[in-house]
């Protein structure tokens, strides 16, 4: 059985599948406007960067090309040990067992706070959010990436899949916690389509994603999703 950190929130796409979620993260933004975005509003070279639910680490290496320090945490056992194989080259990254909302690290000691569809979700987080208010120093900032439910297609499927889902409630969660929001439109490309369906099938309800496969031709799919931050 997996080493998951008590308290974790499932993500059943990379925790059951992370072979086939790696190539979603290949082909997801490959033009690196999510970062863009986020070094506008606060750049990390040089600085101490978190990434929260960092999974197999795919985005660490990135971040450790300018930033002095990474930290990476992720509640999956597993996970995490396949995210410190792959930087174990890179002596500016580190990474823990651990869940959001049980941050191991001490405070004001980090300058960028990063999640990408992790945790921070919808009303729930609160405890997470108490940690980065706790961890991320004077001056930094964090950064929530996720899916826009409300537009395109793929805001469709997923509303099509997780009916509970209220996008408004979400919205309004948000707005009373003083996070900003801006959309990103980002996109999949894939080099193969049995990636892509593969791709589709882990990320919707069986019905939705046979349906989103005959609706998607060729090799890519637009993402709409929302950046959210808050300076501290």
């Known amino acids: 059985m997996p080493r998951i950190a008590k308290g974790a929130i499932p993500s059943p796409n ?7 979620y790696e190539l979603e993260n290949r082909a997801v933004d490959q033009e690196g406007a999510a970062d863009a975005a986020m070094r506008a509003l606060r750049p990390w070279d040089g600085a101490t960067v978190l ?35 792959r930087c174990a080259d890179l002596a500016n990254v580190s990474v823990h067992t651990a869940p959001a909302q049980e941050l191991p690290l ?12 992790a945790y921070f979700f ?15 120093r004077r001056g930094g900032a964090a950064f929530v990436v996720d899916l826009d439910a409300e537009r395109g297609a793929f805001g ?26 801006r959309p990103l439109d980002l996109r999949m490309a894939f080099e193969r ?28 799919i637009a993402y709409p999703n929302v950046l959210r931050w808050r300076h501290f």
């Open 106 to 117: 001490p405070d004001a000691s980090v300058d960028v706070a990063i999640a990408r569809w």
């Open 51 to 85: 990434d929260i639910g960092c999974g197999t680490g795919y985005h660490l290496p990135a971040l450790a090309a300018d930033a002095l320090r990474v930290i990476g945490v992720e509640p999956h056992g597993d996970l995490a040990t396949l995210a410190r194989r």
């Open 193 to 220: 389509r049995a990636d892509l369906e593969a791709v589709l099938r882990i990320e919707f309800a069986p019905d939705v994603a046979e349906q989103a496969i005959a609706e998607t031709p060729g090799l890519e």
């Open 156 to 181: 469709r499927w997923f509303s099509r899949t997780v009916p509970t889902y209220s996008a408004k409630r979400v919205e309004e969660f948000w707005v009373r916690q003083g996070w900003r929001r």
């Open 122 to 136: 919808d009303p729930g987080c609160e405890p997470g959010l108490r940690e980065l208010s706790r961890v991320v």
């Open 14 to 20: 990379i925790w059951n599948t992370p072979q086939i």
